[in-house]
């Protein structure tokens, strides 16, 4: 059986954390591995520019806006089909959860705590207040992202999040990500997965609505009318 041991130095630095789990020595492992095996690391609080959770603003049947909720965020990416809406009038209104390219999107409470995807829409969007928005500056956010969602951000999450009656992962909790750091080429191939990942789906979208509409018009005009529409939607582009 292993146990850890800390010095009393180290529970002055962790404010209200004495449950046994977030001692695991399993957390001390990976940052000895992650420190290992990576180039360099960085933890998120030295990289980071903008940090906060989104708000919970009045959902509306025609507005405009997308509200971007924790049920969006897939281990897949976003369901960008699905987002909520609210009036455009709000994007100004909570500026503190407002949403921008590059930004990289937490989900913070619940069964599905440490889901994390990028945001690559240049459409506007908020955040919910259980969605958390993280800027960083110097390093690749596609890549930041990537780590997050993967094995190394979940037991960082598992830590950090350990300890209380409702699973919450904060703010203050994701400034202490370690994020290991590789070969900036490695990243860049990592990167272009995540783009070509976005791209397809929404290529598989355009395709199964093109689908639908050509059914339409063989219903209501003939065949051959909906397959020369349909290969004109479909051509490479």
């Not at 420190?35 to 998120?44: F, M, P």
């Not at 994390?116 to 890549?143: C, F, M, W």
């Not at 300890?163 to 203050?172: D, F, I, K, N, T």
Request: aromatic share 8%; proline share 2%.
């Amino acid at each position: 059986m292993q146990f850890s041991v800390i010095s009393h130095s180290d529970l002055d630095s962790v404010v209200f954390r004495l449950d046994a789990e977030y001692f695991q020595p399993k957390y001390e492992e990976l940052i000895r591995l992650i420190t290992k095996n990576s180039r360099y690391t960085k933890v998120i609080s030295e990289i980071q520019t903008y940090n906060t959770r989104g708000v919970q603003p009045k959902y509306s049947t025609d507005g405009t806006l997308d509200i971007i909720t924790s049920k969006h965020i897939l281990e897949s990416g976003l369901d960008f089909d699905n987002f909520e809406k609210t009036d455009l009038t709000n994007w100004i209104v909570y500026k503190k959860a407002q949403v921008k390219k590059g930004n990289i999107l937490t989900y913070t409470t619940g069964a599905n705590i440490g889901r994390t995807a990028i945001y690559q829409s240049g459409r506007k969007a908020l955040a919910s207040n259980h969605v958390n928005i993280l800027s960083i500056e110097n390093e690749n956010p596609d890549y930041v992202a990537f780590v997050m969602n993967s094995l190394i951000g979940r037991l960082q999450t598992e830590q950090l999040s350990a300890g209380s009656a409702q699973v919450e992962l904060y703010p203050r909790d994701i400034e202490k990500f370690v994020i290991p750091f590789i070969d900036k080429k490695k990243q860049l191939e990592i990167q272009q997965k995540v783009t070509e990942s976005f791209a397809l789906r929404k290529q598989s979208k355009h395709l199964l609505e093109c689908a639908k509409r050509a059914v339409e018009i063989a219903i209501e005009q003939d065949e051959k009318t909906a397959m020369k529409w349909l290969g004109t939607q479909t051509q490479e582009r």
